[in-house]
């Protein structure tokens, strides 16, 4: 036996020469998919996180020193309770404060202003404003003496390119404002609110600025000492009598978190796609870089070596690759990470104006474990197998041919099929639970069946070698001599192109959907807004005179007041939208939705409410029941007299008819305009534009435009799906590619021995890529089938996550577009192998040395 | 009786791997002619050139020097794809290790180099069948080359390397990998097919019994013809 003192640097040397040496691709295969997966779970991972990180910076910096939180949507809390909650005796100072969203003039972006009480204990602190010359502003009277002083963050004043003393023009309901900049915040406390693009005003300022006098968003409380949180929460709860909501810091959100949870579930589900198909590339790497090396290992053998040293020397490379590979997937994932950042943002559906940026990108302990645990699921599948296969075979009796034909396993497909059944047919299954057996299932029946398939090329062999001469008698006959590796390469590809076809079809049916929604509620108005639909600079509202000013144009012959907020609905913020249900209802279009929403319509204006699906799904309430909201004139029910689609996150919306709306709530302006005109609208637009255009530009949107608007607002979607989809392309192609490798690798021999038997170059060449494309067409076959299984899951949790109920559609040329890919891709993974295969002349060595 | 068409002429072959310092000369300036029937024993130790000779009369490398031709055909001009035809359709081949094609079923392994040349298995089956009842492989066609012996997985060797009616058979250490017994067998059989076939074989072995079974016996020598022997008497098992 060797000493234990010389094994271990005997097995680096020899790993690292390997590596280095004759098994460098298969060595550089196994640590780009290491990489490759570790990258994208840590990304993934790492984007989700930096919006959660934003929630919580916003929140705790909107929370101050503030430990509960009186609310009440964006309806707003009555002012007089900050006095009146303030004066309690359990409470040690309570404030106000106000967000609002207007959009800036001299650049295409939103900015949130913070409206304080200037004037409250810490307020100043709190702010670390700067003023000239960079010192501290620490006397409120300088910001409170002039109703449009701003403070403005440092990196929002660097973007704008203002200062102090400078002025910023912002779109206010009343019009265009100019503010004036006081100071700026340096980079804390409630300046890293909102990822920074911030700006600060006395609260009463931006009352009168956004023409909510006598209402606040929400009032922060400290309990005075002693007071336990529990109680003081009840006691403000009684105090409230129903017109707000106490809740404790951070708890507003816990939509966001909803939100997350959501995202990050869809995360783990694309990072473990990936981490499979990467540990089943790294076991085929590898397995077939130990096939290499088998004669070494079996020299070794006959030198002293035990078995279980060798299969030590394997599991070393595959720990040396994980560790490699890992390193380079956090870094991979660093960069990948702010590239997700935006789209991920907005998946989340909370910062609609604000997005994460690299300074919320940080790795938790969690990102490292996700990418480690990633990185030791690859390296495991890598090293597990290939030990077996080094601790089993010795090369020096292996020359005898092998006897031919796998195990024959004519239970798994059925086990694997029956429970793919099953899993299709349990009604109250979860959809990830769904999605994830039905992935596990598919990638089963798919691995088992190659053996049935291969057996079935066998039977058809004569057929096969009528209609290829020359190449159809050996077709299958690669596969068929690894038919382990060939199962795992069809599941791998399986599950990428279910995974793909269930995306393309989401994608589809997303668009498909979104298209029939804006086409089919009203589909000969024009929408009115101050800033263009689905657009996220969306903030602006329409000023009343500009809308006194439409509604007065000649040519105009109906207008639909609409107005979106947010209210607070068993802790979650809910969008109400407040429209003329008597005006839009009977103008609805023609298709069976339309009609449905022309109905609910005539129930709406009674003053019912309706709901959105996601609505009814998330809080289970339907047509029939009652909800009840908190509004600023105390708690209010309402009946729900039916159910409509709506775009507007998972918690969904709430519409009712706009005077039920101003009933209870206080609004200035509108969010939107729908507006129907006699005749031709041209005419009609360029007399309101002309009536408008001192007070407020106006966006006017037909129905091919906002057509194409939504069609560009889906494009957006696909581009995260086509990312990941790509990606999952890539590491398919890359097992093809391997699998084929060590194929040929395995089949030296035997390639040899058809070239001296006399086959051309060429023929051997199109023998390999007659194997993918087999391999291609199996899991072309199943994976379609696997796909359209895993739709039904998958836009069950697109409905959940984005509150869109969306219909069954299929993009038949995308499809067809990308199956083709597939194909392509992976006869251009079998290039190299083919290529390979024509060199193979040796028969007299059958094993490397 | 020498022919104006030998089955085989080699003619100054030089085959050089490798280049500068660490070059290795596997053959210098050898000349050969083989006539059509004989069964020619190549012998010589390791490194002495056997096999490149083997590969370079296949066509499956081309010399650094010098010509082949078989059956008048000369090897080294032909291009990759066109020696490949010609070897499937003039040549046979039989190694030592047998080289069977696991996954394909005996017949097909037979019918490989007829199969190649785009011909259907039901077309070659007769021809194949005949050379397995010649060659006592007769019942074994569905069975995989697991499924066999050594002398059978040979025999199977030998009717795939007959199975185009080549021109020349070249076998390396064709008895290097079996029994005594059946190596003589097989030994025979080659005898059998050279003098009732016209059949040429050329074999490379180390095999001293062998020589016994030849026309000819050749040594080779670092690369060159050291010694060449026409054997009168002929052995039978």
């Not at chain 1, 704008?160 to 915040?185: D, K, N, T, Y």
């Not at chain 1, 130990?290 to 394997?314: C, N």
């Not at chain 1, 006194?548 to 609409?562: K, L, Q, T, Y």
């Not at chain 1, 984005?802 to 069954?808: A, E, T």
Request: aromatic share 4%; proline share 4%.
């Amino acid at each position: 036996m060797i000493g234990r003192t010389w094994r271990l640097p005997l097995g680096l040397l020899l790993g690292v020469n390997s590596a280095l040496g004759p098994n460098a691709v298969f060595f550089a295969v196994t640590l780009v998919s290491i990489a490759a997966s570790v990258a994208l779970a840590t990304s993934l991972e790492l984007a989700s996180r930096a919006v959660q990180n934003l929630a919580a910076e916003t929140a705790q910096a909107l929370a101050g020193d503030g430990e509960l939180e009186v609310v009440a949507g964006a309806g707003g809390v009555p002012e007089a309770l900050v006095d009146e909650l303030g004066a309690l005796p359990d409470v040690a100072q309570a404030t106000p404060l106000i967000t609002a969203t207007l959009g800036l003039d001299a650049a295409r972006m939103p900015l949130n202003i913070l409206g304080l009480d200037l004037l409250a204990t810490g307020s100043m602190r709190e702010l670390g404003a700067r003023g000239r010359g960079g010192v501290e502003v620490a006397d409120p009277l300088k910001l409170l003496g002039r109703s449009d002083a701003v403070l403005l963050s440092e990196s929002v004043a660097a973007k704008l390119g203002v200062s102090f003393g400078g002025a910023i023009r912002v779109h206010a309901p009343q019009g265009a404002r100019e503010l004036h900049v006081e100071g700026l915040l340096a980079d804390r406390g409630l300046a890293r609110a909102y990822a920074g693009q911030v700006a600060v005003m006395d609260v009463y300022a931006l009352q009168a600025l956004m023409e909510r006098e006598g209402f606040v968003d929400r009032i922060r409380v400290t309990a005075a000492p002693g007071v336990e949180l529990r109680e003081l929460a009840a006691e403000l709860e009684q105090h409230t009598a129903g017109a707000a909501t106490v809740q404790r810091v951070g708890a507003a959100s816990s939509a966001l978190d909803l939100s997350v949870i959501a995202l990050r579930a869809a995360v783990l589900i694309v990072a473990a796609v990936g981490a499979g198909v990467a540990g089943l590339l790294s076991y085929a790497a590898m397995s077939t870089a130990v096939e290499r090396r088998l004669p070494e290992f079996a020299v070794l053998r006959t030198t002293g070596f035990a078995s279980r040293d060798v299969a030590r020397f394997i599991a070393g490379d595959a720990a040396a690759l994980m560790l490699c590979g890992s390193a380079l997937g956090f870094a991979a994932g660093r960069i990948l990470a702010e590239v997700f950042l935006p789209v991920v943002t907005q998946a989340s559906d909370y910062f609609i104006h604000t997005s994460a940026n690299s300074s919320h990108v940080a790795f938790a302990p969690a990102t490292l474990a996700v990418g480690v645990a990633v990185g030791l699921l690859c390296a495991a599948a890598g090293a597990l197998g290939p030990a077996r296969i080094a601790t089993r075979r010795f090369a020096f009796e292996a020359r005898a041919e092998p006897a031919a034909g796998a195990r024959r396993r004519g239970g798994l497909p059925l086990v694997c099929a029956v429970g793919l059944a099953a899993v299709a047919r349990v009604p109250d299954l979860a959809p990830r639970a769904r999605l994830a057996l039905e992935l596990a299932l598919g990638a089963g029946l798919a691995g088992s069946l190659v053996g049935p398939a291969l057996r079935g090329v066998d039977r058809i062999r004569p057929a096969l070698s009528r209609a290829l001469p020359g190449l159809g008698h050996l077709l299958g006959t690669g596969l068929a001599a690894r038919p382990r590796g060939a199962a795992l390469a069809v599941a791998a590809i399986t599950v990428v192109i279910a995974f793909i076809h269930a995306v393309l079809i989401l994608s589809a049916s997303f668009g498909t959907t979104l298209l029939e929604l804006v086409s089919s509620r009203y589909p000969n108005s024009i929408i009115v807004s101050a800033t263009g639909p689905f657009d996220d600079f969306s903030v602006d509202r329409l000023a009343p005179d500009v809308i006194a000013s439409i509604r007065r144009a000649p040519g105009v012959e109906a207008v639909d007041e609409e107005v979106a907020t947010e209210v607070p609905f068993r802790g979650q913020d809910v969008l109400l939208v407040g429209y003329e249900a008597a005006v839009a209802g009977p103008r609805s279009g023609t298709t069976e939705y339309a009609r449905h929403l022309s109905a609910v319509a005539r129930d709406v204006a009674r003053g019912d409410v309706a709901v959105s699906a996601a609505f009814a799904r998330r809080f289970a309430i339907h047509a029939g029941d009652e909800l009840e909201l908190a509004t600023p004139k105390g708690l209010r029910r309402f009946h729900v007299a039916g159910e409509t689609r709506g775009l507007a996150g998972p918690a969904g919306v709430i519409y009712m008819d706009l005077s039920t709306y101003d009933a209870h709530w206080k609004r200035v302006g509108a969010s939107s305009l729908l507006l129907w005109t006699r005749g031709d609208p041209v005419p009609v637009l360029e007399e309101i534009r002309r009536a408008t255009y001192e007070r407020q530009p106006l966006f006017f949107t037909d129905g091919p435009t906002l057509r194409a608007r939504a069609t560009a607002f889906a494009n957006r979607f696909d581009v995260l799906l086509f990312g990941v989809a790509a990606l999952a392309l890539f590491l398919g192609g890359v097992a093809i590619a391997n699998l084929l490798l060590g194929n040929v690798a395995a089949r030296r021999r035997e390639l040899a021995l058809l070239r001296a038997a006399g086959a051309e170059p060429g023929q051997l060449s199109r023998l390999v890529l007659a194997d993918a494309g087999l391999i291609a067409l199996c899991a072309i076959a199943l994976g379609t089938a696997l796909g359209q299984l895993l739709t039904a899951p998958a836009l069950q949790i697109f409905a959940d996550d984005f509150g869109l109920p969306v219909d069954r559609h299929a993009d038949l040329a995308r499809l067809a577009l990308f199956l083709a890919l597939v194909l392509a891709a992976v006869l251009g993974s079998a290039l190299y192998p083919a290529l390979l295969a024509r060199r193979a002349t040796d028969l007299t060595a059958p094993q490397a040395e | 009786m020498v022919s104006a068409n030998p089955a085989v002429c080699a003619a100054e072959l030089d085959v050089v791997y490798g280049s500068g310092e660490t070059a290795v000369h596997a053959l210098r300036g050898l000349s050969l002619r083989v006539e059509r029937g004989q069964f020619v024993v190549v012998r010589g130790k390791s490194g002495s050139g056997k096999t490149t000779l083997l590969h370079v009369a296949a066509g499956l490398r081309r010399p650094t020097a010098g010509r082949v031709a078989v059956d008048g055909v000369e090897l080294s001009r032909q291009s990759e794809r066109e020696s490949a035809r010609f070897r499937r359709r003039h040549i046979g081949l039989v190694y030592q290790f047998f080289n069977l094609v696991s996954t394909l079923s005996v017949e097909h392994n037979v019918a490989l180099p007829l199969l190649m040349d785009g011909r259907s298995i039901a077309e070659v089956r007769p021809r194949v069948r005949e050379l397995m009842d010649r060659l006592e492989l007769a019942g074994f066609e569905a069975r995989g080359p697991g499924e066999l012996s050594g002398g059978q997985m040979q025999r199977v060797a030998i009717a795939r390397a007959l199975v185009a009616s080549p021109v020349l058979v070249l076998a390396d250490e064709p008895t290097g990998n079996l029994d005594s017994g059946t190596g003589r067998a097989v030994l025979g059989l080659f005898r059998e097919l050279c003098s009732e076939r016209g059949t040429t074989l050329v074999m490379m072995t180390h095999d001293a019994e062998a020589a016994a079974w030849a026309d000819r016996v050749i040594e080779l020598r670092d690369g060159a013809v050291a010694d060449d022997l026409t054997v009168g008497l002929r052995v039978r098992a």
